[in-house]
T-cell receptor, first 116, second 111 residues
Framework: EPEVTQTPSHQVTQMGQEVILRCVPISNHLYFYWYRQILGQKVEFLVSFYNNEISEKSEIFDDQFSVERPDGSNFTLKIRSTKLEDSAMYFC??????????????FGPGTRLTVL | QKEVEQNSGPLSVPEGAIASLNCTYSDRVSQSFFWYRQYSGKSPELIMSIYSNGDKEDGRFTAQLNKASQYVSLLIRDSQPSDSATYLCAVSGDSWGKLQFGAGTQVVVTP
């Protein structure tokens, strides 16, 4: 069964450093998303991406964040200058208009980001 | 502020019994409703989606939606220890947009 994959599974970085989190969405999906979940808290929407541009972003997704689809398979989230409060699990998700109904989003296993 | 509310639990359910989970949402224009299961340290796994009022059944799971009351629920029949997880209610206001999640209800199925 097709699935969303994410690398790395765990990333440790120093405050102020740049990180790139990588995702490979399900192959025929057209809509891509990033969410994050701080330990013990809700899953929070960061950004949605369709047709090579951002469709919607949350107030969390400030100028330190960017997304890119550099090729036909990868979808990346870059954090330019990490802060301690960026420590969280980051989930990539994808969805497809060919699925059973609108907006059934399938999540990857996540990248745990630890900022020291 | 648009909210999705769930009882945090834990909801303790004897093995073989029915677990009943509730979710309310504040945004009246919400169109799509989802239940995800999240095991500790893992990612959300989609188990049910519902878009119109009424019941939708899939195996041991039944989702119920009442848009007038802004209420969506999930029933898990014949609960198994493997159903022990946190169940997340998620709501979307448009076809391809963001999901807004509740905080989740922890379910513990006891043998």
């Amino acid at each position: 069964e097709p699935e969303v994959t994410q690398t790395p599974s765990h990333q440790v970085t120093q405050m102020g450093q740049e990180v790139i989190l990588r995702c490979v969405p399900i192959s025929n999906h057209l809509y891509f998303y990033w969410y994050r979940q701080i330990l013990g808290q809700k899953v929070e929407f960061l950004v949605s991406f369709y047709n090579n541009e951002i469709s919607e972003k949350s107030e969390i997704f400030d100028d330190q964040f960017s997304v890119e689809r550099p090729d036909g398979s990868n979808f990346t989230l870059k954090i330019r200058s990490t802060k301690l409060e960026d420590s969280a699990m980051y989930f990539c998700a994808s969805s497809s208009p060919l699925a059973g109904g609108p907006n059934e989003q399938f999540f990857g296993p996540g990248t745990r980001l630890t900022v020291l | 502020q648009k909210e999705v509310e769930q009882n945090s639990g834990p909801l303790s359910v004897p093995e073989g019994a029915i677990a009943s989970l509730n979710c309310t949402y504040s945004d009246r224009v919400s169109q799509s409703f989802f239940w995800y299961r999240q095991y500790s340290g893992k990612s959300p796994e989609l188990i049910m989606s519902i878009y119109s009022n009424g019941d939708k059944e899939d195996g041991r799971f039944t989702a119920q939606l009442n848009k007038a009351s802004q209420y969506v629920s999930l029933l898990i029949r014949d609960s198994q220890p493997s159903d022990s997880a946190t169940y997340l209610c998620a709501v979307s206001g448009d076809s391809w947009g963001k999901l807004q999640f509740g905080a989740g209800t922890q379910v513990v199925v006891t043998p």
